[in-house]
């Protein structure tokens, strides 16, 4: 029996010692290629010519004139190419897009930016080669399911932008290197196992590691896969927050054409179905809330009334964002698969950020002395989120933030301290106070100034904000954004809880809260 395991031992140390030799070699070999994974400065567009090869060799025919690029939906709306902005923020605020062309014979949807919305036969994959952004505290790619069939005969399809499952985030990406900023990536979006597990095959014989690989599967149960009236339209997003050095994300977003390739890869002869099954989403919540904190925010809030006793004033209500849109639809944003069950529109909204809103509307004019004090929990500083921010957006039917209208949970600093100056407590210190006006006193901290917005794009040139009438498409020049005549909001978001990689469960926040001060009279509910 001792010789048995003698001669074990020595089949184990024989057979262990190949392994490594063979480890060694395919090691040597692949630090000689000039896509080595580990070389300093190693790019995945290096070796995208033999991934091209390899794709081709396994079957694929190749579309190549897509592109990545910046999507200013601020501009898009103004110039009258949208119906809105999606309750975006104007630049800095940062959503890349991926551009593809429509198949053969099949026209974009109406009044939709050319190459947008794209289709997926139900055997075909977007693969996208790049970089991941500069340092920053959140990034994310996501693909949504903008219009889904049956569509209205001769009518605009019906808007829904729903998620087809979680976000691939700065937490979840695969990449190589100490982090995740500025490293290589291979993106697949497909809804096929097959046409998945080949183009896996084909970027590692192109010398890609796996570890830098990355799917998004979109199930037919989600949103059905075709070409033409029996296929869903999807658009990608990509969005970078609060990075390290702004004029380093400004160069990568204005170069995002040059630091991604896109291709469609449609296998030579159509494979048969064999579809993604529904995606396993990411828990919410880990049941540690800021209830803590709760006596503090109530001391807050009483403090901030004191502060301004005998001025009209009146609380705002934070909700879940919903509403009903001037087509006469609703919109509710946080949860995608309830939006495709209901028909709702949920406009982008991902599971990786919580979308709070106030109401009734309000105004802030010129010539009214009236602000809004925004208070609440610093969520980055309790650990629920990544970042926080609070952003005021005008036009209750458009959503247009506001230049200089966002600011971000690392701004926050003691602002809380200002009405609560002596109080003992130190959950103070992990609460926030803001003051939104249109004129802020000089020198005064922790206000944000809402003036009639100079519109920059990206590259700093102005452009003018021309709106249609909201009954029909054309554009009437002579109406423009007035914020004396705008209802105002504030949406409160909340990215990416670091413990799970998705958005903190509402339920384990406390709200961030509003109280408007001034004249306006709000309509009865």
């Known amino acids: ?311 009209p004033h009146k609380e705002l209500g934070t909700k879940v964002w919903e509403l009903v849109t001037r087509d006469g639809r609703e919109l509710l944003l946080e949860q995608p698969y309830v939006a495709l069950q209901r028909g709702y529109q949920i406009i982008g909204g991902t599971r990786d950020a919580n979308y709070l809103a106030t109401y009734p509307n309000f105004m802030l004019r010129e010539d009214k002395d009236e602000f809004v004090i925004v208070y609440g929990v610093n969520h980055q500083k309790t650990g629920k989120a990544t970042y926080s921010s609070v952003s005021i957006y005008a036009d209750k039917d458009r959503w247009f933030g506001v230049n200089n209208g966002t600011m971000l949970s690392p701004d926050f600093g003691d602002s809380a301290r200002r009405y609560l100056p002596d109080d003992p407590d130190p959950n103070v210190d992990m609460l926030y106070a803001i003051k939104v006006a249109r004129h802020c006193d000089e020198g005064e901290k922790y206000c944000m100034q809402v003036n009639q917005p100079d519109f920059l794009d990206i590259n700093g040139k102005t452009y003018t904000c021309l709106l249609d009438d909201l009954e029909t498409p054309d554009i009437v020049e002579s109406e423009q954004l007035d914020f004396n005549k705008e209802e105002m909001f504030f949406l409160f978001r909340s990215y990416m809880e670091p413990e799970t990689n998705v958005s903190p469960d509402d339920n384990e926040l406390l709200y961030d809260q509003a109280i408007y001060f001034g004249p306006y009279e709000f309509p009865e509910p």
Not at 152 to 176: L, Y
Not at 286 to 291: D, I
């Open 1 to 311: 029996m001792k010789g048995n395991v003698r001669k074990s031992f020595v089949l184990v140390v024989v057979v262990a010692s190949v392994m490594l030799a063979l480890i060694g070699a395919a090691g040597a070999q692949q630090s000689d290629t000039k896509a080595g994974p580990y070389d300093k400065g190693w790019s995945a567009l290096d070796n995208v010519d033999g991934f091209r090869d390899t794709l081709k060799k396994a079957g694929f025919e190749l579309q190549e004139d897509g592109w990545i690029e910046f999507f200013d939906t601020i501009k898009e709306c103004c110039l009258g190419h949208i119906p809105d902005t999606l309750a975006n923020n104007p630049w800095p605020n940062t959503y890349v897009v991926l551009r593809m062309p429509t198949h053969e014979g099949v026209a974009d949807p109406p009044q939709a930016p050319p190459g947008l919305f794209w289709q997926l036969r139900q055997d075909e994959a977007i693969v996208i080669v790049g970089q991941t952004p500069p340092p920053a505290a959140y990034f994310s790619y996501q693909t949504f399911a903008n219009f889904i069939p049956p569509y209205p005969e001769g009518t605009i399809p019906p808007r829904i932008g729903a998620a087809v499952g979680d976000a691939i985030n700065i937490g979840t990406i695969n990449t190589i290197g100490p982090d995740r900023a500025n490293q290589p990536i291979v993106y697949i979006i497909t809804g096929h196992r097959e046409t998945e597990w080949r183009v896996r095959q084909a970027a590692l014989k192109a010398g890609y590691p796996a570890a830098i690989i990355n799917v998004e599967t979109i199930s037919p149960v989600i949103a059905p896969l075709g070409i033409g009236a029996e296929g869903s339209w999807f658009y990608m997003a990509h969005r970078v927050a609060v990075p390290a050095d702004g004029d380093e994300l400004q160069t990568y977003v204005q170069e995002a054409s040059e630091r991604y390739e896109v291709f469609r890869v449609t296998p030579e002869k159509e494979l048969v179905p064999d579809p993604e099954p529904v995606p396993v989403l990411r828990v919410r919540g880990t049941g540690h809330t800021e209830m803590e904190l709760y006596p503090a925010l109530k001391r807050l809030r009483q403090a901030i009334l004191e502060q301004y006793a005998g001025k």
